[in-house]
């Protein structure tokens, strides 16, 4: 199966930093496209940050200017900085990875900004 397990959440106070990072289990040259949702309690899971193969990105529009999606193929690694975070980005973050043949998801980590 494909795995992805998402790392680098926590708490962290308005106007602070945090790096997510996703490691997958297999080559990202087989993935569509590869990305970061976030959920919050009582809310749908939406896209922040998408990549596809060609590396064109997609930013929610809320996030724009505050966080930046990269990867490292070489070392099968998605990353996601978010910077100057504010109280609304609170949010369990899921890496995604989009095949022809399937959807994946990881595990989740937490990321909660106090005011």
């Known amino acids: 199966q494909v795995q992805l397990v998402e790392s680098g959440g926590g708490l962290v106070q308005a106007g602070g930093s945090l790096r997510l990072s996703c490691a997958a289990s297999i080559s990202m040259f087989s993935f569509n496209t590869m990305g970061w949702y976030r959920q919050a309690p009582g809310q749908q899971r939406e896209p922040v940050a998408t990549i596809s193969r060609d590396a064109s990105t997609y930013y929610e529009d809320s996030v724009k200017g505050r966080f930046a999606i990269s990867r490292d193929v070489a070392k099968n690694m998605l990353y996601l900085q978010m910077n100057s975070l504010e109280p609304e980005d609170t949010a369990v973050y899921y890496c995604?990875?989009?095949?022809?043949?399937?959807?994946?998801w990881g595990q989740g980590t937490q990321v909660t900004v106090s005011s």
């Open positions: 995604n990875a989009r095949l022809t043949i399937g959807v994946y």
